[in-house]
C-alpha cells in the first residue's frame, strides 16, 4: 500500500484538494482499500459515518491550526502529509 501512496502521491494530493473543496473545506480523509484486486480511493469527510470515532478523534488531534495536513487511511492506519511543505511534480 505504501508503494501504491509514493508512487501515486501527486494524484492523490490532487484528490484530496478537489475533493475538500467539493464539500466546502470540510475535513476529511482520503480512505484507500482494495476491493476485487483493485484500487479504491475516496474522500470521506468527518461527517461521514463511515470513520470510525478513533479515527475522527486521530485527525482531529492531528490537524493544525492551518489546515494544512492531508490525511490518508489505509489498513487502519493514518497517514499525514502537511501539504505546505509538499511540492507536486
Known sequence: MEKFINSNLDNLVKIYIQER????????????????????????PLSNPYLSDEIRDDIQNKNNNRNSNMFIVFDK?????????????
Open 77 to 89: 492506519q493514518l497517514m499525514v502529509l502537511d501539504l505546505e511543505n509538499y511540492k507536486t511534480n
Open 21 to 44: 473543496q467539493a464539500i466546502k473545506n470540510e475535513l476529511g480523509v482520503l480512505y484507500l482499500e482494495i476491493i476485487d484486486g483493485e484500487m479504491k480511493v475516496r474522500y470521506l
